[in-house]
């Protein structure tokens, strides 16, 4: 992925996440891919949420609990085959996500990661 392709998926994916379409916010994500965050963890007590269906119900739960969620970009990384996205949150939290993309810029392996509450 080079630095073009980062920006246009950072944009969409932020765009999909800021709009709480989940349909779109999915859009990025493989069938069996696996996210891992510590909200995850405090949710479902194991910190890692695998396959697309198991995906949807958790975000949905998150959407609907968070209805002023906003992420406001702050930087874009791009490494090989994966991408780490910085955004502070609608808590104001600083936040930052790699995710593990295959040839077509979808997301297999996400993991999430969380400054402390300003």
């Known amino acids: 992925m080079d630095q073009a392709d980062a920006e246009r998926f950072a944009t969409e994916w932020y765009e999909a996440w800021n709009s709480h379409d989940l349909e779109r916010i999915l859009a990025h994500w493989a069938d069996d891919a696996v996210f ?3 909200v ?4 479902t007590g194991t910190g890692t949420v695998e396959g697309k269906e198991a995906l ?3 975000w949905a739960k998150g ?3 968070h209805p002023d969620l906003k992420f406001t970009p702050r ?3 791009v490494g090989q085959d994966s991408i780490a ?3 502070v949150n609608h808590k104001g939290q600083e936040v930052a996500e790699v995710l593990i993309l295959d ?3 979808v997301a297999h392996r996400g993991i ?3 400054g402390p509450l300003p």
Do not use: I, V
């Open 103 to 105: 040839a077509d810029h």
């Open 112 to 114: 999430a990661h969380y």
């Open 63 to 65: 959407l609907e609990a």
């Open 85 to 87: 996205l910085s955004y």
């Open 56 to 58: 949807r119900a958790y």
């Open 75 to 77: 930087a874009l990384l």
């Open 36 to 38: 891992s965050s510590p």
């Open 40 to 43: 995850a963890h405090q949710l």
